[in-house]
Each structure stands twice: as structure tokens, then as C-alpha cells.
């Protein structure tokens, strides 16, 4: 499964759930993401030729973050670039999520390992802008 975590028609997030299965490659994120992701899913015997990727240049403006949730349960807080609070979703082992905008937050609800994938060179502090988080309730609300 699929969903779109939405805020007046702009992306914050996608997450691809534990249990979506395709066949070929599906790419998840429109063209003019910065951080793509798709799903591949081939049969044995399939043949992807090898590869090199040719020097492309591009203008990276925003760090978008993909997270792979290899076990736990992790509350994810989506936040506007005002920094106020939209909804919450939890994820749990498995599931993958792509932080497209906007700001997030997270507290661990079960011990949580999990991968972060982002663009680079990482700018240390630079590269982000922390605020005290503003949910509206302990649960948080559900994305619509």
C-alpha cells in the first residue's frame, strides 16, 4: 500500500507500506523530486544490464530524506515550513517513508532500527532548523 501524506496539494511525505508488492518498477515519486524512489520487483532470470551513471548536473534546493524502518515503531509528526502541526502517522518495521516538505518530528514508540537516506554533503547543522514541536494531542491526529 501506498499513501501520500498531503497538505494544501503539496507531497510531505510517502510511505510505502510493508505489504505493497508490484510487478517491473514502479517509481513512486513525480520527476522533478530531487530524491527518487521506486519499487523493483523481477523474477529469477532477469536481466538488468550493467550500468554506469553519467555526470548530470543538478541543483539540489531542499534535503529530502527516505527512511527504511527495519524493525520497531516509529510516531512520524508532519509539520508546514511554518512549523505548524498537520498530522501523524506511525510506522512500523518494514515500511519505507520518503520526507518530501515541510517539517517532521518523531518519537520511537517501540525500539526502532532504521536507515536514513539523503542527499549530500551533509551541512551538519546548517542543514536543518529545529523548533519545539507543536502536536495538538499526545496520539497526534490522523493525516487525512
Request: proline share 6%.
Amino acid at each position: 500500500m501506498i499513501e501520500h501524506v498531503l497538505h494544501n496539494k503539496q507531497i510531505l511525505a510517502l510511505i510505502i507500506r510493508n505489504n505493497y508488492a508490484d510487478n517491473g518498477v514502479v517509481f513512486f515519486t513525480p520527476p522533478d523530486f530531487s530524491q527518487q524512489l521506486a519499487y523493483m520487483n523481477h523474477a529469477a532470470g532477469h536481466i538488468i544490464p550493467p550500468h554506469v551513471h553519467n555526470i548530470v548536473k543538478r541543483e539540489v534546493l531542499y534535503t529530502k530524506e527516505v527512511l527504511v524502518i527495519k524493525r520497531g515503531k516509529l510516531k512520524t509528526d508532519f509539520y508546514t515550513d511554518e512549523q505548524e502541526y498537520v498530522c501523524s502517522r506511525i510506522l512500523e518495521g518494514g515500511d519505507i517513508i520518503l520526507l518530501a516538505a515541510g517539517g517532521h518530528g518523531f518519537e520511537v514508540l517501540a525500539d526502532v532500527e532504521m536507515y536514513e537516506i539523503k542527499q549530500g554533503p551533509y551541512a551538519g547543522e546548517n542543514d536543518k532548523t529545529r523548533f519545539e514541536p507543536r502536536q495538538l494531542s499526545p496520539e497526534g491526529k490522523p493525516c487525512a
